[in-house]
């Protein structure tokens, strides 16, 4: 019974060692969820200064989304489109699109992607930034829902006195998510807008 392959350079692989790290990789990708749910938490050490930390922000985002009606897309990317504050300072948006992308609708990818293009209108003039970045964006099919993304559920979601859903309540549609079929094209539905809310 193989515990490692041979090879040490992937040229030499054989499809035996193939199909045996295939096999170990499938039953990685089932972890993915709990993954990143431990990397939210760890939001909790990294940037401060804010009135909420930023697992609080990623959490509250998400609360409000779901209270408005939003799809479990637009839940769990709103959840997450922070997650790569810690690991990805100067592109978070697009690490965090880059986790998402195979999962949810391309709607949320893109939003996700972007959002910080879109973010920069609220302080880009304090910070010697474009507050019109955004604008590189314009006449995108998703345009409006980025610029609603980001008003409704972003930017405002820095309140320590707002009444957050705790991160067990998130869990189960992260699981859910992160179990579709990478890829699916039933999922991903480009170019196809939902609406934000019910």
């Not at 609080?56 to 959840?79: E, K, M, N, P």
């Not at 990805?88 to 949320?108: G, K, M, S, W």
């Not at 099919?141 to 309540?169: G, K, M, N, V």
């Amino acid at each position: 019974m193989m515990d490692r392959v041979n090879f040490t350079q992937m040229k030499d692989g054989t499809k035996a060692e193939y199909d045996f790290l295939t096999k170990h990789e499938t039953e990685h990708t089932k972890g993915t969820a709990d993954r990143l749910l431990k990397a939210l938490v760890d939001l909790d050490e990294g940037l401060s200064g804010y009135q909420i930390t930023r697992l609080g922000h990623s959490l509250q985002s998400a609360t409000r989304a779901h209270r408005d009606g939003a799809d479990i897309d637009w839940v769990v990317s709103t959840l997450l489109h922070d997650i790569g504050d810690i690991y990805a300072p100067y592109n978070h948006d697009e690490y965090a699109a880059t986790i998402l992308r195979p999962f949810v609708r391309e709607q949320c990818s893109w939003c996700v992607q972007t959002h910080g293009d879109f973010q920069m209108i609220y302080y880009g003039h304090h910070v010697g930034g474009n507050p019109d970045k955004r604008d590189a964006h314009k006449g995108h099919i998703y345009f409006d829902d980025c610029a609603t993304f980001c008003e409704r559920w972003d930017q405002s979601s820095f309140d320590p006195d707002y009444d957050t859903l705790p991160i067990e309540f998130f869990t189960p549609i992260v699981h859910e998510v992160f179990a579709r079929t990478p890829y699916d094209p039933d999922v991903i539905k480009p170019g196809i807008r939902a609406p934000l809310t019910r």
